[in-house]
T-cell receptor
Framework: EDQVTQSPEALRLQEGESSSLNCSYT??????LFWYRQDPGKGPEFLFT???AGEEKEKERLKATLTKKESFLHITAPKPEDSATYLC????????????FGGGTRLMVKP | NAGVMQNPRHLVRRRGQEARLRCSPM?????VYWYRQLPEEGLKFMVY????????ESGMPKERFSAEFPKEGPSILRIQQVVRGDSAAYFC??????????FGQGTRLTVV
């Protein structure tokens, strides 16, 4: 069974304090790993897709990296508007287009 | 290009009533997915549909739940005889194929 575990569950940062969020996964064959951002009361907003170990993608203050067992979402010099829940999901080779999500990391950035 | 549209945004039903949730995918997207997010839990896959076909319903409860994506019109998630445990946020997503899925804002169902 595919599994995704995100850590920490919650993270408090001061504005400008860089950090990383972890997503560990177990999947029979990885087709893709996805990062989403979810604000309270809203739907998940797509951020990145990573397909193979060693791949990296960047968007503003966010950078996502992928290894064979985990992915990291690095946040550089975060701002209060980066506060949200960050979700990681995997898509397996044998699972059609289904996404298996982790429980998310709730990020709070204080000014 | 409008995003994934879900309606209603909020739905209140009494126990035993039916709930109908609607989802219009992004233009050009022929793949639709439904996910459920229970309070304090992660997103769980329910069903994957293409036009007029259910591709994968492995995450959908066998009883009371059904989904369709007709040739014309939105995808519908139908919950019959709702119970308190059905209270959750239901999200629809769409994709052009087996690429990243884009989510709607969700329908928050409250069963009283």
């Amino acid at each position: 069974e595919d599994q995704v575990t995100q850590s920490p569950e919650a993270l408090r940062l001061q504005e400008g304090e860089s950090s990383s969020l972890n997503c560990s996964y177990t999947v029979s064959g990885l087709r893709g790993l996805f990062w989403y951002r979810q604000d309270p009361g809203k739907g998940p907003e797509f951020l990145f897709t990573l397909y193979s170990a060693g791949e990296e993608k960047e968007k503003e203050r966010l950078k996502a990296t992928l290894t064979k067992k985990e992915s990291f979402l690095h946040i550089t010099a975060p701002k209060p508007e980066d506060s949200a829940t960050y979700l990681c999901a995997v898509q397996a080779d044998n699972a059609g287009n289904m996404l298996t999500f982790g429980g998310g990391t709730r990020l709070m950035v204080k000014p | 290009n409008a995003g994934v549209m879900q309606n209603p945004r909020h739905l209140v039903r009494r126990r035993g009533q039916e709930a109908r949730l609607r989802c219009s995918p992004m233009k050009g997207h022929s793949h639709v997915y439904w996910y459920r997010q229970l309070p304090e839990e992660g997103l769980k896959f329910m069903v994957y549909l293409q036009k007029e076909n259910i591709i994968d319903e492995s995450g959908m409860p066998k009883e009371r739940f059904s989904a369709e994506f007709p040739k014309e019109g939105p995808s519908i998630l139908r919950i019959q005889q709702v119970v308190r445990g059905d209270s959750a946020a239901y999200f629809c997503a769409s994709s052009p194929y087996n690429t990243e899925a884009f989510f709607g804002q969700g329908t928050r169902l409250t069963v009283v």
